[in-house]
Nanobody, 124 residues
Framework: QVQVVESGGGLVQPGGSLRLSCAAS????????MGWFRQAPGKEREFVAA????????NYADSVKGRFTISKDNGKNTVYLQMNSLKPEDTAVYYC?????????????????WGQGTQVTVSS
């Protein structure tokens, strides 16, 4: 079993930045692919970013490419999502996902474990 806990959400003005963290524990952390997804009110969950087990490869949704950066610290069993130039349309609950799927997978159902989510609100 793997426990996944996100943190770092909050309220930020348009153009601002936030960094989300995802701590995974319970099994061998480095054997899992990890990704971030989000769900806005009234919308389906969508892929945001994913990172390979080694941390050497990343994958981003077109809507966040160039603004968001996913990274990982294997020593701390933590994955980060640095979000810059935030827009109101980035407002959503952000979820961290962990799974035995292939590296940088963007398909949510392929992930095995999910965190409880952290709210990000971009508003003036």
């Amino acid at each position: 079993q793997v426990q996944v806990v996100e943190s770092g959400g909050g309220l930020v003005q348009p153009g601002g930045s936030l960094r989300l963290s995802c701590a995974a524990s319970g099994r061998t952390y480095s054997t899992y692919a990890m990704g971030w997804f989000r769900q806005a009110p009234g919308k389906e969950r969508e892929f945001v970013a994913a990172i390979s087990r080694s941390g050497g490869s990343t994958n981003y949704a077109d809507s966040v490419k160039g603004r968001f950066t996913i990274s990982k610290d294997n020593g701390k069993n933590t994955v980060y999502l640095q979000m810059n130039s935030l827009k109101p349309e980035d407002t959503a609950v952000y979820y961290c996902a962990v799974g035995s799927t292939y590296d940088t997978d963007s398909y949510g159902p392929n992930y095995d474990y999910w965190g409880q989510g952290t709210q990000v609100t971009v508003s003036s």
